[in-house]
């Protein structure tokens, strides 16, 4: 076993997330990728392959029992993160990426081709400007925006009754929340010294 296998599974495990050997290495395939990009299209400040399975890998998964079945939308997704770890954990969650930059958008379409992922659709677009016929009941952020922004982006495509759930780091008392209707949930990512929190607001 790998030492990002080896980090992957245990960090999981304390989280009290089970991986199945088929997730496993569609995980590992998708960070393979991620190192393999990022060499060239500069996807992740993150370069070292084991601080990308703490710090992107398992806070990505630190949300997943937070999320439901049905349509959920990741907005400002980047190189796919939470997104695409969602799609892999959650096959039954349709799940829309999107970013405004073309080149992480190529590659999330390489990672749904490379990993057949056919719950996951990928959207090249600014999030205020992209429409859908249907709208969202879940809608997940990572690094995107203050949580006032976000909403304000966003409104058009959220559920009347959805909810947003927004990660953040130890920066929550900067965020303008005080007439929202929200619950804050702390986020222990094993490996991880950073503070991180889960916003999980309905408006």
């Not at 073309?102 to 056919?118: D, P, W």
């Not at 929200?182 to 094993?190: D, G, N, Q």
């Amino acid at each position: 076993m790998s030492e990002n296998e080896r980090l992957l599974c245990e960090g999981a495990e304390l989280m009290s997330i089970s991986l199945s050997e088929f997730q496993v290495q569609q995980l590992l395939k998708y960070h393979a990728l991620i190192i393999k990009w990022n060499k060239v299209y500069n996807l992740s400040a993150i370069r070292d392959p084991i601080e990308s399975i703490k710090k992107h890998f398992l806070d990505s998964l630190s949300i997943l029992n937070f999320i439901k079945p049905g349509l959920l939308l990741d907005i400002g997704s980047g190189a796919g993160l939470p997104g695409i770890i969602i799609a892999i954990m959650r096959p039954e969650t349709s799940v829309f990426v999107i970013d405004s930059v073309g080149k992480k958008c190529r590659f999330m379409q390489t990672v749904k081709t490379e990993l057949s992922l056919n719950n996951l659709t990928v959207v090249n677009s600014r999030v205020e400007s992209f429409s859908y016929h249907d709208s969202f009941p879940q809608i997940t952020s990572r690094a995107f925006s203050d949580s006032v922004s976000t909403i304000k982006k966003t409104q058009h495509l959220i559920s009347t009754d959805g909810r947003y759930l927004m990660m953040k780091g130890d920066n929550i008392d900067e965020e303008n929340v005080e007439k929202m209707k929200l619950k804050i949930h702390t986020l222990k990512v094993p490996f991880v010294s950073d503070n991180r929190s889960l916003l999980e607001i309905q408006l």
